[in-house]
């Protein structure tokens, strides 16, 4: 929070809203992904050679609904902190997330090339001793 409070110059009025926001729907949020966390583990026990399908169906179904309203309660959670936001609070946010954006396509490139110069055989790489 305060990092964001920084990036986007939020008023103490913003920050008490957003932290409202935080605190209504972040416990739900973890509860949430407690219970996914057991269901999974649940499901995982249930794998093996004497395998009870009905089990696993109904298991992953359980599954499905937790994390479609953890995904739905998140993104109502980013909702309601934006709405929170000025105009340009919004668009410096997004200049933000672009920002950041190409410096992980940046990165992830560089590796790829990187991974690209160590095979043998690659421009740049290391040649086998034949």
Known sequence: MDQLAEALGLNAQQQTEIRAVIDDLGPQIEALQERAQRVQMELADKVGHDYDESAIRSGAARLGEITGEMTALSLLLQSKVQAVFTAEQRA?????????????????????????????????????DW
């Open 92 to 128: 410096e946010l997004e200049m933000q997330a672009q920002r950041q954006r190409q410096m992980q396509e940046e990165m992830m490139r560089q590796q790829f090339q990187q991974q690209q110069g160590q095979q043998p055989g690659q421009p740049g790489g290391a040649q086998p």
